[in-house]
T-cell receptor, first 112, second 111 residues
């Protein structure tokens, strides 16, 4: 089955800095890669996703890049703000059945 | 997001007790999932269902069972709860697209 590794487990940055979270996956059949944000005490919510036919996708301050050859994808957050503090999860899934495998999460702390 | 609801939100039970966690959705989605979240372990899939007659085991189904009573309802049961089932449990749904929508979670403590 699919295995998703996520690093780092904790990331501490100063407000205004950039943050990068990296994930690797094992199954070359995976073709959909969502990222979820989970604020303290809340449910995970999708913030951005990317499909395997695209190398990069941006949405305001967040972007995701995908390297299919190396089987890794990354989340980039620019100009971080304290409200970006949360746990971020990456996931990988194959189209059709869509049974996502999640990474273990990255706790992002943005210091004012 | 009130479209996916879970009851109860918090539950304390004792070892050996049978408990049921319930999930309801008004999104009209066919696909429903149960996940367990433990600190540092991410979200792990317990069971999933693609329609009322379809039930599938996830990676950690031992000790759990599910029931899909209707398109909108998917329940998770712990037949005989044990302390290592203490965790945060999430229900999720998915429609035609890939996006999963999570419920608010049920925090379970097994003493």
């Amino acid at each position: 089955g699919e295995n998703v590794e996520q690093h780092p487990s904790t990331l501490s940055v100063q407000e205004g800095d950039s943050a990068v979270i990296k994930c690797t996956y094992s199954d070359s059949a995976s073709n959909y890669f969502p990222w979820y944000k989970q604020e303290l005490g809340k449910r995970p919510q999708l913030i951005i996703d990317i499909r395997s036919n695209v190398g990069e996708k941006k949405d305001q301050r967040i972007a995701v890049t995908l390297n299919k050859t190396a089987k890794h994808f990354s989340l980039h957050i620019t100009e971080t703000q304290p409200e970006d503090s949360a746990v971020y999860f990456c996931a990988a899934a194959s189209g059709g059945s869509y049974i996502p495998t999640f990474g273990r999460g990255t706790s992002l702390i943005v210091h004012p | 997001d009130a479209d996916v609801t879970q009851t109860p939100r918090n539950r304390i039970t004792k070892t050996g007790k049978r408990i049921m966690l319930e999930c309801s959705q008004t999104k009209g989605h066919d696909r429903m999932y149960w996940y367990r979240q433990d600190p540092g372990l991410g979200l792990r899939l317990i069971y999933y269902s693609f329609d009322v007659k379809d039930i599938n085991k996830g990676e950690i189904s031992d000790g759990y069972s599910v029931s899909r009573q209707a398109q909108a309802k998917f329940s998770l049961s712990l037949e005989s709860a044990i302390p290592n089932q203490t965790a945060l449990y999430f229900c999720a749904t998915r429609g035609v697209g890939e996006t999963q929508y999570f419920g608010p979670g049920t925090r379970l403590l097994v003493l």
